[in-house]
């Protein structure tokens, strides 16, 4: 499949205007596409609770398979807060979760304003599942 990674982008960068972040500030949007070609948009979404925040790339791929979606080709992950905004460990792995057997998810980052295209091993080269 052939990845539009400035259109995800751009995705991710309309998504992080809706962070809702009034604890850390740092606002995050996440875009995912799915194997069926669509794309889902999420946001972080935090709480007084800490515990209960949820991160933009977990948003967006929940969105995806609330949907009926169960493979994600690649993600987008940005903030206006940072230079470059990696994915955490919990987003690894559930990104991990939701990759095809045939090909390994995509992860787009912005780097000092230059896309950044790496495979999700690069981020999680020993992912769980059973």
Do not use: H, W
């Amino acid at each position: 499949m052939e990845i539009n990674y400035e259109l995800l982008m751009n995705s991710a960068k309309k998504a992080a205007q809706n962070s809702y972040s009034p604890f850390s500030r740092f606002a995050v949007g996440a875009a995912v596409l799915a194997s069926s070609g669509k794309i889902y948009e999420g946001c972080n979404v935090e709480n007084s609770s800490f515990g209960l925040t949820i991160c933009a790339e977990r948003c967006a791929i929940f969105k995806a398979v609330s949907e009926g979606e169960k493979e994600i080709v690649a993600v987008a992950i940005y903030s206006p807060n940072a230079d470059s905004c990696y994915p955490c460990g919990a987003c690894r792995q559930v990104m991990y979760e939701f990759q095809g057997d045939n090909e390994e998810i995509s992860v787009i980052t912005e780097n000092l304003g230059q896309l950044e295209v790496q495979k999700l091993s690069y981020f999680l080269p020993c992912g769980f599942r059973i």
